[in-house]
């Protein structure tokens, strides 16, 4: 009988070991977390108020940050996943480069980015580690833009206030990434995104300036399962 007993603990435990950390078809989670979004900045000259021609190298870098993000995932296979990230937004200050380094701030924005995200997880739904490749399609949306006095000040010196806006823009984005399971419900999630990103800036004086952004974009999260 005891012989039979640990045979039959033994067999619960492998039994129970094997379906743990079980992410099957259908299931659903949520995580929280910190996203650092980096942009790797290749900026344009920008234009003259005539739109004929450029200022020789006045161009333009953008700061990082860092802000507190969330996110909704669902396993529409035991493989397949949909990843939908959720956060209230980044700020980034606009300062100038080229001829224009050393100026100081010129102006700052607001970035929502909106991400759909389809991931391939390796490895079988009961592993306790699975790193994942993803690829996806972002809409990043900016607002609260708004020129510094700096700006006026070189591109409409005694008039106006010189506005500033971004144009939003549709972004493809792929993501490598692997989740660590703690128990059956709590996890460890980081991943790395890269979204091929450009956009316009536009000022009141009629004058723009094309900037490529391609955001590095790295979370760390703790996610529950349901």
């Known amino acids: 009988m ?3 007993l640990k045979l039959f603990i033994a067999a619960t435990l492998v039994t129970c070991s094997a379906h743990s950390f079980a992410q099957p ?13 980096t942009p790797s900045v290749d900026s344009g000259s920008l234009s003259l108020p005539s739109g004929a021609g450029v200022i020789p190298d006045a161009r333009v870098d953008v700061s990082s940050d860092s802000r507190l993000t969330a996110a909704v995932n669902y396993m529409a296979t035991d493989h397949i996943s949909l990843h939908l990230p959720l956060g209230l937004g980044f700020r980034h200050d606009v300062s100038g480069a080229g001829v224009l380094a050393g100026v100081g701030k010129v102006a700052e924005t607001r970035a929502l980015p ?3 995200v ?3 997880r390796f490895l079988d739904a009961n592993a306790t580690f699975r790193p994942y490749l993803g690829a996806g399609l972002s809409y990043v949306r900016f607002y609260r833009e708004r020129g510094t006095a700096l700006l006026t000040s070189l591109t409409n010196p005694g008039g106006p206030p010189t506005g500033v806006s971004f144009k939003s823009k549709w972004a493809p984005t792929v993501q490598l990434g692997g989740m660590f399971n703690l128990d059956a419900k ?11 990103l450009k956009t316009r800036g536009t000022l009141s004086t009629n004058q723009t300036i094309d900037v490529g952004l391609d955001p590095d974009c790295f979370t760390l999260q703790l996610g529950y399962r349901f």
């Open 2 to 4: 005891t012989h039979s």
């Open 118 to 120: 389809a991931q391939y």
């Open 25 to 37: 078809a259908g299931t659903w989670s949520v995580s929280a977390g910190i996203t650092r979004i």
């Open 186 to 196: 709590w996890f460890v999630e980081a991943s790395y995104a890269k979204t091929f």
């Open 114 to 116: 909106i991400t759909l």
